[in-house]
């Protein structure tokens, strides 16, 4: 099986994040911050790692700003509706995954404004638009840092200088960027950076986390045990505490921390330019195949390791299963949780084979994948 | 090392269940019901085994009614914020968890009345005092199966039968008995089920669910990519997608599923049995200690294996921590996120030494316990 869904989930997980989970889960399966006895201290210690890891990584001051959600999508609704009051206008793209828009049309019917962003048919924004779109009321700008769908790269660095200029909250979904690409949320004016710790963190599923810039007061979703201000009926203020109730995914942090550290040790130029090789290689193949159409900037400097395509107008959910079927190349097809982005595209109603490529891929992979498309294509002409 | 600490969350588990999560991420650690590939179908078969597995172990008909969450917390504030609306009414109980009650008092703010049913000093509570609480705008009861704190057993069955006769929702908190009490929600009018993976399920922590009886319509806290009806911009309505935003936990999920099936394979009344012989046997040893205090029903059919003492007036976690650190046994101490519960009982102040009992304790780890015990109180008595 050769597995091109990296943009879905990173698998397979660098060798060390197997074994730290499973040591944790057999030598430290105890309920941090709750008990003080050693066990449970150690499970403390092993997430408080984690949460410097994650500040190392993306240059934040305090581990107590980083709160850790379930995925990037708990990650992004806390963010949103823990920010957003009635009256308030807060500005997207068109590019966002299900996991920014839906929480955001939600948010419409409490009184809350939103202005998508019209990106071009490659994903691309124009920054002056959303300089434009700015009104009195607007609280947020909210962009991803690239497309699941097309791979596009947003330029975030400027959109958060814009949003800095003007007082505005940015949030980052970094989905598809994180652990790959350099964020840094002080140089990009980041007040909110949420994340997934199973796609380019290397993590387990079940992880995410929240960076929130120190002095914001975000409103939390759930109320319940934090281990602290034991005696109180209402929720303390204590961050992280405040928005991490409940007995936390230990195994999935530390598998996330052992990620991270993966990352650090390699270091995230190498693991990019080892995915901008891959994509710049299969880009160029890719265009040598007659009846292929591929979406999105075609350039890996424009590009996150994500690549659209279709074969003229066939079905992209037939294409995908005959890769994974008769090729053992596993692809995701269809809309991949973003509408707004295939109308972007051009591509809603056929919707798009999906190849996405991380650091375990090799070159290899890539040219057996464009050898079964080119058989595919072939095999199609001859009907 | 003796674990003591189980109703925190279990320890160890099954070697099943370390098992079932390496494999998982090793072998398909995918996306379940984003693609359809091999490896995202197989996580998505793991996924569905054990909602199969929850229903075999509570009643339940339909595995789609069963959400996962990240934790019980998770779980009840689904159930609580997705059913309560202005200017309705809920009973609740003295004994309850702040996982519970946080966000009770939350809702408060939106006119959500609730009525807090005072239990005796052992926890126990009258269901006529439910009854009688009852008003015309009680939309739901909510009570914990268990005290985390004095193990006390709450009517369940009763308290659901009430319910059913005023045609009122009912909601059980099972963090302290899922896995280990028999749970029928067909039989005992359970409307929603909360419980956490980590616990008597013999999961992992960053696990949970809600069970939600068919029919029953919760407002979802988060929206997202669910997989399905993925061009629309609005939360789709299929059930458990509505509910389940994100990539789930698809490891701890198939580990929460390997420690039902070690449940299901060891029996839950031999785990009832071997608990309750535990706790019979501590309460019976403890009791002839002269300057300990224990708390609760002291009688093993009437609570779970739980036991909260203190030694005379000495400072709860004082005495945790020469457990932990001269006799290497681990218990929780203090407030146990049950504030209520500990005035219920008398214990505010000095909160309680929690001893809780898990499947694999043994006869030997309570003896240990009860001789470390009386050796702390010599070492107070010659002070």
Redesign the interface.
């Known amino acids: ?1 050769i ?1 091109l ?1 990296n943009a ?2 990173t ?3 660098p060798e060390m ?2 074994v730290a ?2 040591k944790c ?2 030598e430290y ?3 941090p911050g ?7 201290l150690e499970a403390g210690r092993a997430i408080y790692k984690t949460r410097e890891l994650i500040c190392k990584l993306f240059n934040i001051d305090n581990p107590m700003q980083i709160i850790f959600t ?5 990650s ?2 806390l963010a949103l509706k823990g920010i957003l009051k009635q009256g308030d206008h807060i500005i997207t793209t068109s590019m966002e ?3 920014m ?3 955001i ?2 948010l419409e019917k409490l009184g809350i404004e939103y202005t998508v962003i019209q990106c071009d048919k490659k994903g691309m924004i124009d920054t002056q638009d959303i300089e434009k779109a700015i009104k009195e009321n607007t609280k947020m700008i909210a962009t991803t840092h690239a497309s699941n769908v097309a791979g596009t790269l947003m330029p975030i660095e400027e959109i958060g200088e814009i949003a800095e200029k003007n007082n505005i909250i940015y949030l980052v979904d970094a989905a598809q960027t994180a652990g790959v690409y350099n964020i840094d949320v002080e140089k990009m004016n980041i007040d909110l950076l949420a994340a ?1 710790g ?1 796609k380019g963190l290397l993590g ?5 986390f929240l960076y929130i810039r120190e002095g914001l007061d975000l409103q939390q ?7 602290s201000k ?6 303390p203020e204590i961050i992280p505490d405040r928005y991490e ?8 942090i530390v598998g996330l921390g052992a990620g991270i550290e993966f990352i650090l040790k390699e270091g995230i130029e190498k693991i990019r330019k080892h995915e901008e090789e891959l994509t710049a290689y299969m880009i160029s193949e890719l265009q040598k195949i007659d009846n292929v159409r591929i979406y999105g900037p075609l350039d890996a400097k424009k590009q996150a390791a994500v690549i659209s395509i279709n074969i003229e107008d066939e079905d992209s ?1 037939e294409i ?2 005959i ?2 079927k008769v090729f ?13 982005a295939h109308k972007t595209m051009g591509t ?1 109603e056929q919707g798009t084979v999906r190849f996405s490529l991380g650091y375990f891929n090799t070159k290899e992979d890539v040219e057996k994948a464009v050898e079964a498309l080119k058989k595919i294509c072939d095999e199609l002409k001859n009907r």
């Open positions: 099986m597995y869904d879905a989930t698998y397979p997980k994040v197997y989970m499973d889960m057999r399966g105890a309920n709750r008990a003080g006895h050693q066990l449970a379930c995925n990037a999508t708990d992004l609704n995954h299900n996991s828009i839906r929480p049309v939600t997934p199973h387990p599923q079940g992880t995410g979703m759930k109320e319940g045990g934090t281990g034991s005696e109180l009926l209402t929720q109730s409940g007995t936390p995914n230990t195994p999935g959910s995908s299963y890769l994974d053992h190349i596993a692809v995701r097809s269809g809309l991949h949780c973003a509408p707004m809603f």
